[in-house]
């Protein structure tokens, strides 16, 4: 039982829960990135599911082989994350060992984002029919995927990965609506097709506030036939109302040297650095890259605001001189900014890819509070609330108009460099 899931403290506990019949019908595995909680829950619900207890992880029952391809009716999946990685990372197995074992870890990690576009969350969206001629399309080839000959492997992978990457661009959203929280609601009360029904909500931090509310509903009174897990790297962004039905799980970062096995026994492959940097290799844009990226439209919106506050009279703030003095360094490789807003978008743009794998504008967004928040730290001036508060509202609306709405990454930075000037400029006129 877990016997997958390396050096994690929490699954000794999970699996002794389990075999002692006492796990709580909701669960939150909380924890860093890349620490094994999606992995547990999966395995959680292969368990329920099992038709022969008895045997372990090598199970062959068909319960736990449609749980092993992540196709079993009783099990729904949601929650906003990102997967180009990890699909990245598992195509690169596959394609150095095309076997079974290989091939079967590709199509989970596509099957995690196909899970996403499930009937039960999009079929009332007028975008449903557009997605699922794309996630029926991505099915069929992943069905036909474990019958090829290994010389046919690589050529179908690559196919499957481009089509898997424009699915979730076009069609992944930042973060969770009420929209899918009550239907999950509603395929929760309905019966299982076999012994039980498995709820498994990633990033639960990331709901929209109705969402919350509608989940806390499911939460209070549970469906005596399904177990719910939530996951989560920020708990504390939960609700203590939510926090307060849940058991928690903590998952801890591991060792180098077990996270270094993990990377041997899952990817067949070898690597320096942990886990979460293995995996962020596959980007094309790594988190870090985007620092002098977030910097340089850092500087830009600084500079802007003095030259503002210098034609209307008014004194220089040390918050702005010194947010432009730290992020004119930290994106000094982009050189100085200029006062064209398409200009310094373009160049933000270029940079980033155009932002075109799904959470990179995100991490942009967070990169570009840490820089504010360095800055003040730099010059050991007091972040002050106000000041904040203006970057912590209008990154958020620029988050919500690309990963819930499908703005352009273009409209929304030209929207959130006009505004955040013009509350600046407010805050000190």
């Not at 019958?147 to 990965?161: D, F, Q, S």
């Not at 990033?203 to 509310?213: P, T």
Request: charged share 25%; net charge positive.
């Amino acid at each position: 039982m877990f016997g997958s899931i390396l050096g994690q403290p929490a699954v000794c506990q999970l699996a002794q829960d389990a075999l002692a019949g006492i796990l709580a019908p909701s669960m939150l595995f909380a924890g860093p990135p890349a620490t094994g909680k999606g992995t547990a829950a999966l395995e959680l619900a292969r368990i329920f599911s099992c038709e022969d207890p008895a045997v372990p992880e090598d199970c062959t029952c068909q319960a736990c082989s449609r749980h092993r391809l992540l196709t079993h009716p009783d099990l729904l999946i949601l929650g906003p994350r990102s997967f180009f990685a990890e699909m990245s990372a598992a195509a690169a197995c596959c394609f150095r060992k095309p076997e079974t074992e290989g091939r079967l870890l590709f199509i989970r990690s596509v099957r995690k984002l196909l899970a996403r576009f499930s009937p039960v969350f999009w079929e009332e969206d007028p975008r449903f029919k557009k997605l699922s001629e794309s996630v029926l399309t991505i099915e069929e080839a992943l069905d036909e995927f474990l019958t090829l000959k290994p010389e046919g492997v690589k050529k179908a992978g690559e196919t499957i990965l481009k089509q898997a990457v424009k699915l979730e661009s076009e069609g992944m959203s930042e973060f969770i609506p009420i929209g899918h929280i009550r239907r999950a609601a509603v395929w929760s009360h309905l019966a299982p097709t076999g012994k039980r029904k498995f709820l498994l909500i990633e990033q639960a931090d990331r709901m929209q506030e109705g969402a919350r509310n509608s989940l806390l509903k499911i939460l209070e009174e549970p469906p005596a036939s399904i177990s719910i897990v939530l996951t989560s790297s920020r708990e504390k962004a939960l609700l203590p109302t939510i926090l307060s039905r849940l058991r928690p799980y903590r998952f801890s970062r591991r060792s180098a040297e077990v996270e270094g096995e993990v990377i041997r026994r899952v990817f067949q492959d070898t690597a320096d650095g942990g886990l979460q940097t293995y995996l962020e290799a596959f980007l094309p844009v790594s988190e870090e890259s985007l620092r002098p990226l977030a910097a340089f439209f850092a500087a830009f919106i600084a500079r802007g605001t003095v030259l503002a506050l210098k034609r209307r009279g008014r004194s220089f703030p040390d918050e702005l001189v010194a947010l432009g003095t730290y992020a004119a360094a930290q994106g000094a490789s982009l050189g100085k900014p200029s006062q064209d807003t398409q200009r310094v978008i373009a160049q933000v743009l270029e940079g980033a890819g155009k932002f075109e794998i799904r959470g990179l504008f995100g991490q942009f967004l967070q990169m570009l509070l840490r820089v504010v928040s360095e800055s003040a730290a730099s010059s050991a001036y007091a972040l002050g609330s106000g000041y904040a508060d203006i970057w912590r509202k209008y990154t958020s609306e620029a988050a919500s108009a690309v990963g819930t709405y499908n703005q352009s990454p273009v409209l929304a930075l030209e929207r959130l460099s006009a505004e955040l000037r013009q509350a600046l400029v407010a805050r000190w006129s």
